[in-house]
């Protein structure tokens, strides 16, 4: 009756028989497949599973921290509490953002950056998007940190300087490493791994490393001053943390990582007393100036202030363009280091110098007197001292003392430009003392060799007399006139600077050797110093009480801004007081105290302070300030110097 | 037309149900559940994705048992009107279909969008048995030439699809109407001659008729090394997944690879690597041989068939179900290319349990017509 039967002679079950067959073979595959994963290569694979869970997550070492003498800490490290986010994990990234931006500031430009990062790298790669968040802003966060898919937040460590703006000249500041220090850093490494330029797969692997390393948002990089030069000592051994992750990269688990960890940074001592520069800091005040209080035994810097100064803390996560312009701008120049990088003609500070020259050279004697009537004619050209009237008669002690200009006229044409550069030189000028840090300015010490190559003049012996007063071509640093003072000052030694005294090897401070100066000229200059603070008629007068019976040897100085015309002096000299801020004289004062057993040195430089007079108060008060803390000056602290053997970590001068 | 054996009551037909089969599959969707269960968990987007599926699969297996209780004329009625339906559906992808993921698969109507090429695999089977059904009445064997045509009934939208570009689609297209053919008496001499000419025209076919991104795949395939972030990668992990697991899994929830998304897809394609790798060769083995008993008893349900149209439309869905297991489990293990097929009742995913629970009622409702047969007329 069926007119459609489907098994015919059994053909549909034979062919059944056929296809279960070949489905029989296909299960047996899979099975078979599965007892070899799972059986024969389980182990295999189960290790394999372990190590795909961990991931080497980079790790900035902790950068070292920089005390001074008594162990207070100049450049140390807080606590960073951070933020990032991971493109692939947010919903939308760009909404992400707007939402974070109501519990976290991130601004347009930030805003932007990270976009523009987001899409240039890898969707995995976590961006920065706000570190040196606060505990509030930070905590706010975490608390929303459900709503925010692919946002952690995280806890890291950054440099911060606890002391603000005072020691910013000298210690520098750190930054975010920019585009082209990163390009170097990798440079460096490629080259000290010497993987050479066919092998791309390991360039590109350093690359990777590197730009993981260097992105961390913990990770700075010295920018100016200490920070800059040590900057290999002070950054240590960057190294990675053993996590434990998912497959997106987000931290299940923390496992040991001994073997991988960073090695920390090498801490740095300084000869500086955090209290007597935080002292010099403040007596400067409002001025545009620096201060530098030298040990002249050791040659050990206590201070070496710069007003005004900026905060280096402003720099560590990015300082804005307005902050950054205001500083460039300020005629007062606070992102210099006045007393290290500026240099002044030194004026009447200089005069020691003419006369130990003219000492040595045997052309004056102590008692040789000069006739002082206001001026001396040379040249056709007249030749004015400070004093209208003149002096009337003066010897060399009495010539210091008074600053008499007319005096040192004379003895310096008689000594000649040759032996007074000489004398400079010999004294510490005309150098840049390598203190472990950036910067330094070596200044002119002119002589008829230097005139000839950077002018393409002759000498013209006129100048020899400007060259008298400490005017004309010559310049010098602060520093460097306390590395002259206190070579006056020494007794059978010839102090050079010195700023690291423990942790980083101090750098060789190139300091030409050199000879002291005789003792019984640097007791005639000693002399004249003692007479003007403290007999009458000094121009210091009122700087010679440091307390205690003890006093202060010093050296008034003002370095002309100006040119002082015929007709102006006709007229009568305009007071500085009357001139524009920028146009009044530089006022110096070098000095060294106690007077009858010298320790310390102390030379302050008030730019367009009109005048000495502005300048030797400060330098009195530090000099007091310092002494009484003499006691204590002679303990120092002491730190573990962990990589000071350590080759490739050393303090290296071609790392800058 | 007429009715041989008696008619059969709605309570007949309930008591007809293959209990063995019905248990077996709501064995396997509930293992499904629980390893999507083991996915999802710690994700919350993705919680209601288990719960989700359950009740799609309940709801869907009562629909399924309301279509198997439908006569099994109506079945055969259909088959044309359905095939030319999903003909005209591939028609139109072709002219107005969305793309997605670089392939034209898509046809928006409206308020969704739905995929032509997924009807097909169902609406195919119908075509070629009640093709075959109404070539073999009165005790004729279908000749060579209902064999051709048969061939162009499977040709026609595997070309549409292979179009489209969907290799996976287009094959499981090719693969299960051949097993209907076969199944259909096709002579064993072109069986050989056949395999002949397949085996000697794949090199041209690789060579000139695959996309890039296929050609890719067959790389990737062979060697995963060369791609490790890619296709290459995704394979790499799964096997480290499945291999971990060793022989008795490291426990619901406890895979290291799967919790921690190492593995992409893996609660829709890639989803047999969490089973292998929580529950382990114990758990593995299970599921493989639980699709091997549902297909053995589909085999059975076959043979046990009265008419040629239930038995070939029986043996079609034995294949499919087949070739959805057998490439997926197959292609997550490294045998196989990676094609983007779903593991059944498994992997989350509507379309695909659509079509599997559709190839479902089919079984069922030729369980229950077993002793019934059927004379067709015409087309309808």
């Known amino acids: 009756m069926s007119n459609s039967q489907r098994n015919r002679d059994g053909e549909f079950t034979r062919r059944s028989i056929v296809m279960a067959g070949a489905g029989a073979v296909l299960w047996t595959g899979l099975a078979g497949r599965l007892v070899q994963l799972q059986l024969f290569e389980g182990e295999e694979y189960a290790e394999l599973a372990t190590e795909n869970r961990i991931r080497l997550d980079p790790a900035p070492a902790r950068r070292g921290v920089i005390y001074d003498r008594f162990g207070q800490r100049l450049a140390s490290n807080k606590r960073n509490f951070y933020v990032l986010v991971v493109p692939e994990e947010t919903d939308n990234l760009e909404g992400t953002l707007k939402n974070l931006a109501r519990y976290i500031p991130i601004s347009r430009t930030k805003h932007r950056r990270i976009l523009m990062q987001a899409r240039q790298q890898a969707k995995f790669v976590p961006i920065p998007v706000a570190d040196d968040l606060s505990w509030q802003d930070f905590s706010r966060i975490n608390v929303h940190a459900p709503e925010f898919r692919g946002v952690y937040a995280e806890v890291g460590e950054l440099r911060s300087y606890p002391m603000g703006a005072a020691f910013a000249h000298t210690i520098g500041y750190v930054a975010r490493p920019n585009r082209e220090e990163l390009d170097n850093l990798i440079a460096q490494e490629i080259a000290r791994l010497q993987i050479g330029p066919d092998n791309i797969v390991a360039r590109r692997q350093v690359q990777s490393r590197m730009q993981r390393i260097y992105r961390h948002p913990d990770m700075r990089l010295g920018r100016q001053g200490i920070e800059q030069f040590a900057e290999p000592y002070l950054r240590g051994q960057p190294g990675f943390e053993r996590i434990a992750v998912n497959a997106s990269g987000r931290i299940v688990d923390r496992l040991p990582s001994d073997d991988v960890a960073p090695k920390d940074g090498g801490d740095v001592v300084l000869s500086f007393d955090a209290e007597i520069q935080k002292f010099a800091i403040a007596r400067l005040g409002e001025e545009s100036g620096s201060a530098v209080v030298m040990d002249i035994e050791s040659g050990e810097l206590l201070t070496m202030a710069s007003t005004p100064a900026f905060n280096p803390n402003d720099f560590v996560s990015g300082i804005s363009h307005t902050k950054y312009n205001d500083l460039l701008n300020n005629e007062k120049k606070p992102l210099y280091h006045k007393a290290y990088d500026g240099v002044y003609p030194p004026g009447s500070t200089f005069k020691m110098l003419v006369a130990a020259a003219a000492l040595e050279a045997g052309v004056a004697g102590p008692q040789d007197r000069v006739m002082c009537r206001g001026k001396t004619r040379f040249g056709g050209r007249d030749f004015h001292c400070w004093k209208h009237g003149g002096h009337g008669v003066v010897n060399m002690k009495s010539a210091i003392q008074k600053s008499c200009d007319v005096y040192f006229y004379d003895i310096a044409r008689r000594v000649g430009v040759q032996k007074i550069a000489d004398m400079a030189r010999k004294m510490g000028l005309g150098h840049v003392y390598e203190l472990g840090m950036t910067g330094g300015n070596k200044g002119v010490v002119p002589d008829p060799a230097w005139k000839q190559a950077v002018k393409q003049e002759p000498w013209f012996e006129g100048e020899t007399l400007n060259y008298g007063i400490g005017q004309g071509y010559l310049t010098t640093s602060p520093l460097q006139l306390a590395v002259m003072t206190a070579r006056i000052a020494a007794e059978k030694v010839a102090p050079s600077p010195k700023l690291f005294i423990g942790g980083a090897p101090s750098p060789d401070t190139g300091a030409p050797e050199y000879e002291p100066l005789d003792p019984e000229i640097a007791k005639q200059l000693r002399a004249g110093m003692y007479a003007v603070t403290s007999e009458a008629g000094g121009t210091a007068m009122r700087a010679g009480d440091v307390g205690n019976g003890r006093r202060l040897a010093g050296k008034t100085g003002t370095a002309q801004v100006r040119r002082i015309t015929t007709a102006e002096r006709a007229t009568g000299v305009i007071d500085n007081k009357d001139l524009p801020w920028r146009l009044r004289d530089h006022g110096l004062f070098v000095s060294y105290a106690p007077a009858d057993n010298p320790k310390y040195v102390c030379v302050v430089v008030v730019d367009h302070g009109g005048g000495s007079s502005a300048a030797y108060p400060i330098a009195r008060d530090i000099m007091e300030f310092t002494l009484n803390r003499d006691p204590a000056s002679k303990t120092t602290h002491k730190v573990a110097s962990p990589m000071a053997q350590d080759e490739t970590t050393r303090v290296d001068s071609e790392a800058i | ?380």
Not at chain 2, 66 to 91: D, E, Q, S, T
Not at chain 2, 101 to 128: N, V
Not at chain 2, 172 to 187: D, N, Q, R, Y
Not at chain 2, 223 to 238: C, E, F, H, I, K
Request: aromatic content about 10%; cysteine-free.
């Open chain 2, 1 to 380: 037309m007429r009715m041989i054996a008696e008619r059969l009551t709605l309570v007949d037909k309930i008591r007809n149900l293959h209990w063995s089969l019905l248990l077996t599959f709501i064995a396997i969707a509930s293992f499904g559940t629980v390893v999507l269960v083991s996915v999802t968990l710690k994700d919350p987007q993705m919680a209601g994705i288990p719960w989700q599926h359950m009740s799609r699969f309940i709801f869907v297996l009562i629909a399924t048992i309301g279509l198997a209780v439908a006569p099994i004329r109506i079945w055969a009625m259909i088959a044309y009107p359905a095939y030319l339906g999903a003909l005209f559906l591939l028609v139109l992808v072709e002219f107005m279909g969305t793309m997605g993921g670089g392939a034209q698969r898509w046809l928006d109507i409206g308020p969704t969008l739905i995929q032509p090429s997924e009807f097909m695999k169902i609406a195919i089977l119908l075509a070629l048995a009640r093709y075959y059904h109404q070539a073999s009445e009165n005790n004729r064997t279908p000749n060579l030439g209902n064999h051709i045509i048969a061939a162009l009934i499977i040709g026609v939208p595997t070309m549409l699809v292979l179009r489209q570009p969907d290799l996976g689609t287009s094959l499981m297209l090719a693969a299960t109407g051949g097993v209907v053919i076969f199944f259909a008496g096709l002579p064993w001499r072109v069986i050989f001659a056949g395999t002949l000419a397949v085996v000697i025209s794949i090199w041209p076919i690789y060579q000139f008729g695959l996309k890039d991104y296929q050609k890719e795949r067959v790389y990737t395939f062979l060697d995963p090394s060369r791609d490790p972030l890619g296709a290459g990668y995704q394979l790499q992990q799964a096997k480290i997944a499945i291999g971990s697991g060793g022989v008795e899994g490291k426990g619901f929830m406890q895979g290291t690879q799967s919790q921690n998304n190492y593995i992409p897809e893996q609660h829709t394609d890639f989803i047999f690597t969490i089973i292998a790798e929580e529950f382990g060769f114990m758990g593995s083995m299970a599921l493989l041989t639980a699709w091997a008993i549902a297909l053995i008893f589909g085999l059975l349900i076959a043979n046990r068939s009265t008419t040629v149209f239930g038995g070939l439309a029986a043996a079609g869905v034995v294949a499919t179900l087949a070739f959805y297991v057998v490439v997926n489990i197959g292609m997550v293990m490294g045998l196989m290319p990676v094609v983007g097929v779903p593991l059944p009742l498994i992997s989350h995913g509507g379309t695909a349990m659509m079509t599997v629970m559709l190839g479902f009622s089919i079984l069922l409702m030729v369980h229950i017509h077993r002793d019934q047969s059927m004379v067709l007329k015409g087309i309808i």
